[in-house]
């Protein structure tokens, strides 16, 4: 049974239950580029699948959680994570099956905009990219998922920013979903291949 949350009952930025989760990749390996994947249960869940798909070509450090793109505790959580681990070579995204008291043509848009700049600052010179959010069956969370993929795209458009498409991956595996929102084993592996494919292209490693 998956117990992450991926929706608040309360109209504030932080949810009834929160949760963070970390994953440092094989602390002593210096030698291979890494990937700091910032994002939500559905990262979580890709992050190790991914991993066994490059190998040992780019290792995946990770901080998935619940936190909403305006919770106050966001950054500090951030900064954190990232005084322990490695300089990355790339710093990803994904952000959107969180925050629901954000509106979506305006907070949404507004918020992800500031932590794209707060990630840049706090990765100088690393390139950075805005993945997708993936599909869930509830059809009045879907409709706000494809209003807040589309305001990704226009944000990462504005700030020159790489997309990776997850969302397209997940909807040919909606049938994968296991309570509408997570996938089973088979699903994830999709979503892994296909993120799997756009890191080590942004890498320049394909």
Not at 78 to 85: A, G
Request: charged fraction near 25%; hydrophobic fraction near 40%.
């Amino acid at each position: 049974m998956n117990h992450d949350t991926y929706e608040a009952k309360e109209n504030r930025p932080q949810e009834r239950y929160e949760w963070d989760r970390t994953w440092i990749e094989q602390t002593g390996v210096t030698d291979r580029p890494r990937c700091f994947y910032l994002g939500d249960s559905i990262s979580w869940a890709v992050r190790p699948v991914a991993n066994r798909m490059i190998g040992d070509r780019v290792l995946f450090d990770a901080l998935g959680t619940s936190k909403a793109l305006d919770n106050p505790f966001f950054r500090p959580t951030i900064d954190l994570f990232r005084e322990q681990i490695q300089t990355p070579s790339l710093v990803i995204l994904n952000s959107g099956l969180h925050g629901w008291h954000l509106s979506d043509d305006e907070d949404y848009p507004s918020e992800l905009k500031s932590m794209l700049l707060f990630l840049q600052s706090r990765f100088p010179q690393i390139p950075l990219a805005v993945v997708l959010t993936t599909r869930v069956a509830n059809p009045q969370r879907q409709a706000r998922v494809l209003l807040r993929n589309e305001a990704a795209r226009r944000v990462a458009a504005e700030l020159s920013l790489p997309v990776i498409d997850l969302y397209s991956p997940s909807e040919e595996v909606a049938d994968l979903q296991t309570d509408g929102v997570h996938f089973n084993d088979e699903g994830y592996g999709v979503l892994a291949k296909a993120l799997a494919e756009n890191v080590l292209s942004l890498l320049s490693l394909s």
